[in-house]
């Protein structure tokens, strides 16, 4: 089992940049999985990025592509997720989420383990 830890969500102006971290208990985060995701107020959750445990792939939603970048550091148990050019439609609450042993699926469904978010506010 697994325990994950989300920060770094705050308040900032469109166009400005935020990193979110998350922390990952256990000695086996290697083996994860691990996506980011987002819900705003009134939508259904929404899928941001992934990356695979094994190959080291990343992909990303249309809506982030060129702007968000994943990374993580085995090493320090952590996945991030970089977002700059942040709009107000980026506006929303971020979760990471993490599936041992398998791929990254798009779905929320598909996933082990949750945090419990960080809100992201992004003023125009």
């Known amino acids: 089992q697994v325990q994950l830890v989300e920060s770094g969500g705050g308040l900032v102006q469109a166009g400005d940049s935020l990193r979110l971290s998350c922390a990952a208990s256990g000695r086996t985060f290697s083996v994860y999985s691990m996506g980011w995701f987002r819900q705003a107020p009134g939508k259904e959750r929404e899928f941001v990025g992934r990356?695979?445990?094994?190959?080291?792939?990343?992909d990303y939603a249309d809506f982030v592509k060129g702007r968000f970048t994943i990374s993580r550091d085995n090493a320090k148990n952590t996945v991030y997720l970089q977002m700059n050019s942040l709009k107000p439609e980026d506006t929303a609450v971020y979760y990471c989420a993490a599936r041992p042993f398998r791929v990254a699926p798009a779905s929320s469904y598909e996933y082990d383990y949750w945090g419990r978010g960080t809100q992201v506010t992004v003023s125009s």
């Open positions: 990356i695979n445990w094994k190959s080291g792939s990343i």
